[in-house]
Nanobody, 134 residues
């Protein structure tokens, strides 16, 4: 079975940084997408970033572009989200998710992940809370 476990959340002042980790098991890291989503109460889970685990191509939401960086260590079956220059609007429950078919796109022989959409991901972690105070 596919299992995902997030860690690294916490409380930080605006302008600070956090590094989230998503440790996965039960899937082939060479052929899939792993994404980070975030959710506040009453809202849908919004895509933050995604990485194609084979070639490492990434996509980011405009709201975090230039501040967040998603990366992977396939040997450890772990995906990271480095969050810098945090602002209070970044406060949310952060989830990692994985899928192996729906989010993947091919262009000119290269695999990419589409901007992460909740409906494209079948496997989810339980979340880690990030709180940014001003």
């Amino acid at each position: 079975q596919v299992q995902l476990a997030e860690s690294g959340g916490g409380s930080v002042q605006a302008g600070g940084s956090l590094r989230l980790s998503c440790a996965g098991s039960g899937y082939d890291t060479a052929y899939g997408c792993v994404a980070w989503f975030r959710q506040t109460p009453g809202q849908k889970r919004e895509g933050v970033a995604a990485i194609e685990t084979g070639g490492g191509n990434t996509v980011y939401a405009d709201s975090v572009k230039g501040r967040f960086n998603i990366s992977r260590d396939n040997a450890k079956n772990t995906v990271y989200l480095q969050m810098n220059d945090l602002i209070p609007d970044d406060s949310a429950m952060y989830y990692c998710a994985a899928d192996f078919v729906l989010p993947r796109r091919a262009y000119d022989g290269t695999w990419y992940c589409a901007h992460p959409s909740e409906s494209d991901y079948n496997y989810w972690g339980q979340g880690t809370q990030v709180t940014v105070s001003s």
